[in-house]
């Protein structure tokens, strides 16, 4: 990290200044420890498809 960006000001709105590549591996750390954050449609489908191919002994979160 450059101490003098991380040092700028900052935009309306704004808690912090990231630089290049660096929300990526936030995400990726995050994704590494939590999962992949799925949407509700995405968690039905897959409920769906367990139940159709008989994976009745797969347990999700959700």
């Given at each position: 990290?450059?101490?003098k960006?991380?040092?700028s000001l900052?935009?309306?709105n704004n808690a912090?200044?990231?630089t290049a590549g660096e929300k990526e591996f936030l995400a990726e750390l995050e994704?590494?420890?939590k999962?992949?954050?799925l949407n509700r449609s995405l968690q039905e489908d897959i409920k769906v498809m367990k139940k159709e191919l008989?994976?009745?002994n797969y347990k999700f979160p959700f």
């Open positions: 990290m450059s101490l960006l991380q040092s900052l935009a309306v912090r200044i990231y994704r590494g420890t999962g992949i954050p008989g994976l009745g």
